[in-house]
């Protein structure tokens, strides 16, 4: 907290995720405005994909949707792909924008896609961050 941490990141394919702890993070850190994003690496460290936090904590704590903590947990841990894209609002690496796009294709691509963020990728496919309208 001290550091206003944005987004918290998973990498995918790793076991060791506990779905308390994942629970306990996202409701604390969730009640801070600087708090954004969660971002799924893939096991090399390359973006995979990100979502918004409050949205997915949300998700979360509805009963009845199929996704639960645990479940979530076995998604990140089995590294599946597949199922972590279909969640509501997650928003895919090839979405993402690279640091020298020009502001008016950014600009574009958040209206073609209907978002008012995006995330920047480096050219080696690491996560850079956000860029907000």
């Known amino acids: 907290m001290r550091r206003q941490v944005q987004a918290l990141e998973f990498l995918l394919g790793t076991s060791g995720y506990n779905p308390g702890a994942i629970q306990q993070y996202l409701d604390t850190l969730s ?11 893939n096991a090399d460290r390359t973006f995979f994909g990100i ?9 979360l704590e ?14 990140i ?12 609002g997650f928003v895919a690496a090839s979405d993402a924008v690279k640091s020298d796009d020009n502001k008016r294709e950014v ?9 008012d963020w995006l995330p ?4 080696n ?7 907000d309208r």
Do not use: C, W
Request: aromatic share 12%; net charge positive.
């Open 31 to 41: 009640k801070y405005p600087f708090f954004r994003f969660v971002v799924f690496l």
């Open 51 to 59: 979502v918004d936090a409050k949205k997915l904590l949300a998700l």
């Open 62 to 75: 509805s009963p009845g949707n199929g996704l639960t903590f645990a479940s979530l947990t076995t998604l």
């Open 77 to 88: 841990s089995r590294g599946d792909r597949e199922q972590l894209a279909k969640l509501p």
């Open 107 to 115: 600009l574009e691509k958040m209206e073609a896609k209907n978002f």
């Open 120 to 123: 920047v990728r480096e050219p």
């Open 125 to 131: 496919g690491h996560f850079q961050g956000i860029v």
